[in-house]
């Protein structure tokens, strides 16, 4: 489907090739024990498949016309996404995700100007978009996976990146995925991204964080046990073995420590693990 507005660019390269998967990783009520490429049915269909699913309305942002002019051409063949704008940069970004309110924000993390981080973060202070009840979610684009660009984006608030190599295939599902409020690239990947930033750069001081006993007051002692598991990359039903519990119970926790933490998905908390030392760097 078609139909954008508000486009600048420069030319460039860069066309989606054959390699980079993805895995699409649930919010609290997902089981985030399988891993692949396919998200089924997309988002707003119904269990019986009987009705039509939403249309995702998508934002490009990246300073590569050749590259943006790609990914318009495989999401056009979907009958469930329609791109409502592009940008070439992350004030053009801002400013085109403003007025036009998509679900998905396509966002190159390296940009001449106004990085992808910076965007990122303005994009998730705005309030509810025209066609979604909530921010656009945030699936950041990159060349590399251990890039510490990618690490500060998901920080800022992205649902998961997505490497611009990615099977066609792939982009659609990852869309799919992250406009039905999933995160986009598995929990163990987004902590060896970490741990590799972590390892490389000198701390920074964060004096408008809060201090750790009072981010993680608020969680039970198991809740605290199933966030550190969910940091170090393990699936619901590893946490379910490892802690021997039912699944249901897992998801219990899960969703009450997102709820408590005000975190959005797996990729966040993972981060939170880290950054509130739940999970030391050489943690197996």
Request: charged content about 25%.
């Amino acid at each position: 489907m078609t139909g954008s507005e508000g486009v600048t660019g420069s030319e460039g390269v860069g066309v989606p090739g054959r390699t980079g998967a993805f895995t699409a990783t649930g919010g609290p009520g997902a089981s985030g024990d399988s891993a692949g490429s396919a998200v089924g049915g997309g988002p707003g269909t119904d269990a019986a498949g009987g009705t039509s699913p939403r249309i995702v309305r998508v934002v490009l942002v990246d300073d590569q016309a050749l590259l943006r002019t790609a990914f318009r051409l495989i999401l056009d063949q979907a009958d469930d996404i329609v791109v409502v704008g592009e940008a070439a940069d992350g004030d053009s970004g801002v400013a085109v995700v403003e007025r036009t309110g998509p679900d998905v924000v396509l966002m190159d993390v390296r940009m001449p100007g106004t990085d992808g981080i910076e965007a990122t973060r303005r994009i998730r202070a705005l309030g509810g978009g025209r066609s979604t009840a909530v921010r656009p979610r945030i699936l950041i684009l990159t060349t590399f996976d251990l890039d510490e660009y990618v690490y500060e984006a998901l920080r800022a608030g992205a649902s998961g990146f997505l490497l611009k190599d990615a099977l066609a295939e792939d982009l659609l599902s990852a869309v799919r995925a992250v406009a039905s409020g999933e995160a986009v690239t598995a929990p163990s990947v987004t902590r060896r991204l970490i741990a590799h930033y972590l390892d490389r750069a000198e701390p920074e001081p964060r004096p408008e964080a809060s201090p750790v006993p009072d981010r993680l007051a608020v969680l039970t002692r198991r809740e605290r046990e199933v966030l550190t598991l969910i940091a170090r990359g393990r699936t619901n039903g590893e946490i379910a073995a490892e802690l021997h519990l039912s699944a249901g119970t897992v998801r219990t926790h899960i969703g009450r420590i997102f709820a408590k933490l005000q975190l959005r998905d797996r990729v966040q908390a993972v981060i939170l693990g880290y950054e509130c030392g739940l999970v030391p760097r050489a943690a197996p």
